[in-house]
């Protein structure tokens, strides 16, 4: 039987409200079935963390900067934390370097699994919905035991971290690096072997190499389009200069690749995990500048007692001198930027925050032209786009 | 193959400002008349895609500057660079050369740029708002004139 295809050209809205398009809007004009043009319609989640930054003191500012991307706050907390640094100068205690990466390496995992089980979501594969989101709770309690807030830890502050490990929390995180493991392998069988799962995937969204790098696409995104591109190796922060571990690369560039790259990297992870558990340094987590300025009192309640850092009163409103600094991070979903303006009061006078979801809006825009209607879905899962951190 | 120092004599080499502002990061002010050729330039050294569009207003002197951060991908010397891009308008004349005709990657930075500063950026094909709700009240948050109201739990005492 031959059937005739009438082409039907219209626009159709996918969002606000729609369970695949988060807190977006997706405005698309359609020829049959394939997407000609899209439209982004980000902004329902703004917050103004760059305007409200110019009216509040730095430290003030810690817990504003991790908003945005409720899960990857470790991330967004040390990119703000490192651009303060180098604009007032201050060093940081070895042991601290490795707590912050212990630290992001746990959140990492953490967002990579949420990212995955949204994957599964918006393919129709609920068990991979709920597996995500369980296995990420094991990470999220180590991030808990560790600095005391399930999501928006504040965790890092100028100079070092809030709190030292505990044998209990590396006892914590042997187990879940265990159970991970044994995790990945099911996910990879269940989840990523699935012959539906491959069909809307493979292929689907192809990004290629030179279309990434034009249109400035970042972090696994990036590397599954086949540029071994990572800020952790390019330009180390952190302990990371001497962590060994690898950055996974393909170069397919479809959904499939950005699928898996986010699993091979929480192997990764886990390994740096271990590293850091083995060598982690003696010392002190706080730079001595400022750790001279807890009163006597205070620090042995607090930091022989609980191994905790109150904050010295160098904090309440410090006045770095007139200057710019930028830094820039792997977060979960890419590199992360941040452009801190001083001119030597105790606001910053501009921060500039570039999220990876906001430089990946340009590029999802392109990747949706051409694909069809029923992969948009597939396009918007493999990306990890989350919303709220596009908006900030 | 160039590192950092070899890129800057270059750039140098073609009459243009650069400044070494620390380890790995490079600034270069120009006019903004230079700006797309000087981009141009840049982009043939290597530097293939934009970070950041960062606009500034400086209420005090009636001026709009404009950062473009610039980093690179494809070539290995580069990956750890950043070099910031600077230019700078009066706030009469609040327009600029847009850099989308040369780096694509600029288009997301300049139309967030354009709809909280009101700095025009000729030749960007979607000058639109894109954050903002569309019946927003009152011109340009990010201008220093833009004043929010504060509570006053955690602020200090106005000066």
Request: aromatic fraction near 10%; avoid cysteine.
């Amino acid at each position: 039987m031959e059937i005739d295809i009438v082409p039907v050209e219209g626009e159709l809205n996918v969002g606000p409200q729609h369970p695949g398009s988060g807190h977006m809007r997706i405005y698309v004009k359609l020829n049959g079935d394939i997407i000609e043009d899209a439209e982004l319609d980000v902004g329902y989640v703004h917050r103004a963390v760059e305007k409200l930054s110019e009216n509040r003191n730095y430290m003030h500012l810690i817990p504003l900067v991790e908003r945005p991307a409720i899960l990857d706050s470790i991330h967004m907390n040390l990119g703000y934390v490192m651009a303060v640094e180098k604009i007032i100068a201050t060093d940081v205690p070895e042991r601290a370097q490795y707590l912050r990466s212990f630290a992001a390496e746990v959140n990492r995992i953490a967002s990579h699994l949420y990212g995955l089980g949204i994957l599964g979501i918006f393919l129709g594969h609920s068990t991979a919905f709920m597996w995500g989101f369980g296995d990420r709770e094991v990470w999220v309690t180590i991030l808990e035991a560790l600095t005391g807030a399930r999501v928006t830890n504040s965790y890092i502050i100028p100079g070092g971290v809030r709190r030292d490990i505990s044998p209990a929390i590396m006892e914590m995180t042997k187990k879940a690096i265990d159970y991970t493991r044994r995790k990945l392998e099911d996910w990879r069988k269940i989840f990523f072997y699935n012959p539906t799962i491959r069909a809307r995937l493979e292929n689907v969204g192809v990004m290629t190499k030179e279309k990434a790098i034009e249109w400035g696409a970042v972090g696994p995104n990036l590397r599954a389009s086949g540029v071994p591109f990572d800020v952790r190796k390019d330009e180390p922060y952190a302990a990371y200069s001497s962590l060994d571990f690898e950055i996974p690369v393909y170069k397919e560039g479809d959904g499939l690749a950005r699928g898996l790259v986010r699993l091979d990297e929480m192997e990764q992870s886990m390994r740096i995990l271990e590293q850091i558990m083995k060598d982690l340094p003696e010392g002190n987590i706080l730079s001595d500048r400022f750790f001279k300025q807890i009163p006597p009192i205070r620090l042995k309640k607090y930091w022989e007692g609980q191994h905790r850092i109150v904050l010295p009163g160098y904090y309440a409103s410090f006045r770095p001198p007139k200057g710019e600094a930028s830094s820039r991070v792997e977060a979960a979903r890419g590199e992360l930027f941040y452009y801190l303006v001083s001119d030597g009061s105790p606001k910053p006078f501009r921060l500039r925050m570039i999220t990876p979801s906001y430089r990946m809006i340009y590029a999802f825009k392109q990747l949706l032209k051409g694909s069809r209607f029923a992969d948009l879905v597939s396009v918007y899962g493999s990306f990890d786009y989350f919303p709220p951190e596009a908006d900030r | 193959m160039t590192n950092l120092n070899d890129l800057m004599k270059e750039i140098q080499a073609s009459k243009i400002q650069v400044k070494m502002e620390s380890q790995n990061r490079l600034g270069i002010t120009v006019e903004k008349e230079k700006l797309r050729e000087v981009a141009s330039i840049l982009k043939s050294k290597g530097l293939d895609h934009v970070i950041s569009v960062t606009g500034m207003d400086y209420a005090e002197e009636s001026r709009f500057e404009v950062v473009y951060h610039l980093s690179s991908y494809s070539d290995k010397d580069l990956t750890s660079a950043i070099v910031a891009l600077r230019t700078s308008t009066k706030y009469e004349d609040p327009q600029i050369p847009s850099l989308y005709s040369v780096y694509e990657s600029a288009w997301t930075g300049e139309r967030e740029t354009y709809e909280m500063l009101g700095i025009f950026f000729e030749g960007n094909p979607d000058m639109r708002r894109m954050f903002l709700p569309e019946d927003f009240e009152g011109v340009y948050p990010l201008r220093k004139s833009f004043k929010i109201k504060l509570e006053g739990v955690f602020v200090d005492k106005p000066v």
